[in-house]
């Protein structure tokens, strides 16, 4: 049986839709690098082995009931838990960003310089309003770079790399052609200092060398 072409259509049309969103997405993992990636999943894995191993020999592991011995609750694997979760996340996001092109966020560089700057410079403050917590630091660390709120907690600065590695490209990319010139060295070397003073004011010297 033939049928009429006004019923065939719009069979046609969504196969045609999702065969087009399938080879979309076989083009993107055509294109991506397929060994940053997998490097990327294996730390990521071998950060929760390690929070669960060391819950298992060092911390309390599951949480149990003194008296019968039975299981409560998740105890010290929690961290492995939160751990997985982050990282994947992570890596979703991170996949979602690789399909925007950088340029087009270079080239709106005042909107995260003045975004993720002025949360860093936050963190100076060590002001507590409610739930919010401007320059926290967390236990078993001596830096209060950090913002919290309520049980979520960000680190500014992680937001900061990526803003500076793009201003950083750009700002080299503007000067390429007198880049030897001492008065353009000067100023490339005022663009890292600058920063990494504000990090090392919070206190957190690691970040400071990460961005050095």
């Known amino acids: 049986m033939v049928l009429p072409a006004a019923a065939a259509k719009p069979g046609v049309h969504l196969g045609t839709k999702g065969g087009a969103f399938l080879e979309s997405i076989r083009q993107y993992f055509k294109r991506t690098d397929k060994i940053y990636l997998l490097l990327c999943i294996f730390s990521s894995t071998m950060a929760v082995v390690a929070l669960a191993s060391w819950a298992a020999k060092q911390g309390n592991g599951f949480a149990t009931d003194e008296i019968t011995g039975a299981i409560t609750g998740i105890g010290d694997y929690r961290r492995a838990l939160v751990q997985a979760a982050a990282a994947g996340l992570g890596i979703v996001i991170a996949l979602l960003l690789s399909c925007i092109d950088y340029r087009s966020l270079a080239r709106i560089w005042p909107v995260h310089v003045v975004g ?39 680190q500014p600065t992680e937001l900061a790399k990526i803003s500076f590695i793009l201003t950083f490209a750009m700002h080299l990319d503007n000067v390429r052609e007198h880049i030897n010139e001492p008065k353009t060295l000067a100023k490339l070397l005022a663009h890292i200092l600058a920063t990494v003073a504000v990090v090392h004011i919070q206190g957190d010297d690691g970040t400071a060398i990460v961005f050095g």
């Open 116 to 154: 993720t700057w002025t949360l860093v410079l936050l963190t100076l403050t060590h002001l507590r309003i409610g739930p919010l917590t401007l320059g926290w630091h967390p236990e078993g660390t001596d830096n209060y770079s950090w913002i919290r709120l309520g049980p979520l907690s960000l």
